[in-house]
């Protein structure tokens, strides 16, 4: 993470989220006490903003500076609602595409996706507040720039997105190796999220049960995947090919 989108300090981060900064990460020290840390607490609260409590060696990690048992990192973009967004893609007449990152971990993959998510036409691209990769300074670097024309969804759960897209006529196809079908004999011509796993543990169990389709890429070397951002790129450019 670059120092430019890291804050320290309750009283700074407490104004960050006051002026309407949008927080990607916070980090708050074990056992904080004090007046500024229960402001701090019920602002989140109030906000509703994620944060996770972590020993204070994790604090002295991401910096030297006085951090007083806060640190932040502030998202370089604005996220997107989805149900607004997904309301716009309808009424604007196109066939809606989008992007599903189920606890996608690397931020390099991450920016790579959104660079191809962006050339491909996808109409935006959803991603769990918990869990995923952070949108920081490496992931604009690695999306070159692409992560500023493309809407990015943060959602509390993807399940419950999942479900918002199915009833809106939006058919979720789970991108993984156990599927019996390939990409090739799906029609992607429909409106259409495509779903993306993260790259050790792939598409989580509990995500596939509620997908209405499954598909794969066809394999013929001794590997038994592909890198993450290589197999979003040949799904979303089947989707292309099929609506041309």
Known sequence: MKNESQIFGIRTVIEAINSGKTIDKLFIQKGL???LSKELMSLLKEENL??????IEKLNRLTRKNHQGVVAHIAPI?????????LQVIESGETPLFLILDQLSDVRNFGAIIRTAECTGVH????Q???GA????DTVKTSAGAIFKIPICKVDHIKDAMFYLQSSGIQIIAATEKANSTIYDKDLTNP???VMGSEGKGISNSVLKIVDHSAKLPMYGEIASL???VACGVFLYESIRQRL
């Open 33 to 35: 006490k004090g007046d």
């Open 134 to 137: 952070p949108v920081s300074a």
């Open 124 to 127: 935006g691209i959803i991603i």
């Open 192 to 194: 259409t999220a495509i």
């Open 227 to 229: 890198n993450v951002s």
């Open 78 to 86: 604005e996220f997107q609602n989805l149900e607004n967004l997904v």
């Open 50 to 55: 994620n944060f996770s409590f972590v020993p």
């Open 129 to 131: 507040k918990k869990g």
